[in-house]
C-alpha cells in the first residue's frame, strides 16, 4: 500500500511540472475523475509554441547563425483564438439507463435538425443535453465539437475531440474536426498529422480535401524545421569537435612541457659516485683527491651517465682482478677500466694499467697480422 502512495505522490508531482500529462489519452480517465470532484484543470498548453524555457534558450541560441529565411506561409482563413469555452463533459462514471440512453437519441436528432437549419446554438445545446444524458459517447463529443467550428470557437471543438478520442482513440470523426481546428488556428503541422490520421482511420472526401488545403504549408514548416535541427546538429558536433581538438592540444603542450622538464631535469642531475660502496669513501680505490680529479673527466663523466653499471663492473674488476673474466665481452669496461689507467697511471691493483689478460680497447680493435703460408714439403 506504500508502494502505491508514493507512485501516486510522484505522479501529482510529475503533474505539477507539466500539467499536459493530464491531457494525455491513457490519463484520461483520472482527469474525468477530477472533473467530476468539481475540479478545474489547466487547459493545455501547447507545447509546439510554448517550449520550456531552457530549451527554449538552446533553441535561440542555436538560432543565432542560422541565416535560413523562414518560410512564407499562407495564413488565408486562419481565425483569432477563442477563449475556450469549457463545456460540460458530463460525469464519466455514469451508467446511462434506457431512458437516458433513449432522450440522449432524442437530443441528438434534436441537434441534427438545428444544424441543419443552420441553428448552431440551438444545436450546441442539444448536443450539449444528450452528452450529459450518455457522456461516454465519442461520437457525440466530435459532433459537438464540429458544431462550435461553425461557432468560430477552435480551442472549445479541439477540447471535446480531445474528450472523444480518450473515449475511443479510433474516432476518424474526431481526428478529422481537431484537425480542422487546427487548421482555423493556423497550427499546420498539427491540422496535417490529425487530418492524415482521420483519412487513414477511415477515408472522407471532405477529410482529404481539408488534408490537402494544409499540405503545402506542412510541407514548408517540416522541410524549414528540419533544416533548422541538421543546423543544430552540425553545430553540436562542430562544437565538440572542437572541445576534442582543443583537449588533445592541451594534452599534447603539457606533455611535451613535462617531457622538456624531465630532459632539463635529466641534465643537472650528475652520477654520485660517492654513493656507490667502495668507490669515492675512505679506503676505496678511488678516495680522497683521486676521486676529485676523476670527477673532472667529462669522457669518464659521459661514460657512466650513458652506463650506470659501468662503475660496478669497474668496481667488481678492482676489488678482486679475476672478476675480469666476467666482462673479457664487454668493451665498455675494458674502455673504462683503459680509461682509469691512463688518467691515473695505472688502475689501483692493477700495475701497469689495466687487469693481467685485459686488452685495451684500442688493441682489442687492431687486426692480428696475417700469418704466412707454410712452406711446402718437398720431400
Known sequence: MDTHVELLRQFVAACEVNPNILHETKFAFYKNYLESLGATLPPKRDEATEPPKEAAADENEADE???LPPPEIDNSGVIPPDEGEELPMGDSN???SEDDLEKANDERNKATEAFSEGNYDAALQHFTNSIELNPGSAMLHAKRANVLLKLSKPIAAIRDCDKAISINPDSATAYKFRGRANRL????????NDLATACKLDYDDVANEWLKE????AKKIQDFNRAKERHAEEKKL???KERVRRAQEENRKAAGEQAKRDAESHESEEPDFTSMPGMGGP???FGGNLFQELMKDPEIIQ????DPSLMQACLEVMQNPQNIAKYMQNPNVLRLLE???KSFGGVPGFPGGCPAGAQSSSEAAQPKAAQPPPEPDLD
Not at 185 to 192: D, M, R, V, Y
Not at 214 to 217: H, L
Not at 303 to 306: S, V
Open 94 to 96: 455514469k451508467e446511462p
Open 339 to 341: 680509461k682509469f689507467g
Open 283 to 285: 679506503g676505496g680505490p
Open 185 to 192: 488556428l493556423g497550427k499546420w503541422l498539427e491540422a496535417h
Open 214 to 217: 494544409v499540405e503545402s504549408n
Open 303 to 306: 661514460m657512466i651517465k650513458d
Open 238 to 240: 562542430n562544437e565538440r
Open 65 to 67: 547563425d542560422f541565416d
